[in-house]
């Protein structure tokens, strides 16, 4: 079992930036693929990005492109997400989640994330 904990989250104007961390339990994080969610009031949970297991590999919605920036520390059992240039659409709870896919990567999808935490939440104001 994995517990994941989100902080970081919070108010922030638009351009401003903000820095999520996922603070992982348990000895085998580093197996685990992690990804990035978010959920907007009305909307369903959507994909923003994720790296897989080994920390070689990273995956990005469009709507994040150049902007936000997934890293993990293995050695701490956590996983960042650096969110830069912020607008008022990227209002939402953004979760952390982890898939214990035996393969290279994962699928991403939300119904595969074997994990989840409990969600922070960012604000961006106009």
């Known amino acids: 079992q994995v517990q994941l904990v989100e902080s970081g989250g919070g108010l922030v104007q638009a351009g401003g930036s903000l820095r999520l961390s996922c603070a992982a339990s348990?000895?085998?994080?580093?197996?685990?693929?992690m990804g990035w969610f978010r959920q907007a009031p009305g909307k369903e949970r959507e994909f923003v990005t994720g790296i897989n297991w080994i920390g070689g590999s990273t995956y990005y919605a469009d709507s994040v492109k150049g902007r936000f920036t997934i890293s993990r520390d293995n050695a701490k059992n956590t996983v960042y997400l650096q969110m830069n240039s912020l607008k008022p659409e990227d209002t939402a709870v953004y979760y952390c989640?982890?898939?214990?896919?035996?393969?290279?990567?994962?699928?991403?999808?939300?119904?595969?994330?074997?994990?989840w935490g409990k969600g922070t939440l960012v604000t961006v104001s106009s």
């Open positions: 989640a982890a898939d214990r896919s035996p393969y290279g990567s994962s699928s991403w999808r939300v119904n595969d994330m074997d994990y």
């Open positions: 348990g000895r085998t994080f580093s197996t685990y693929h």
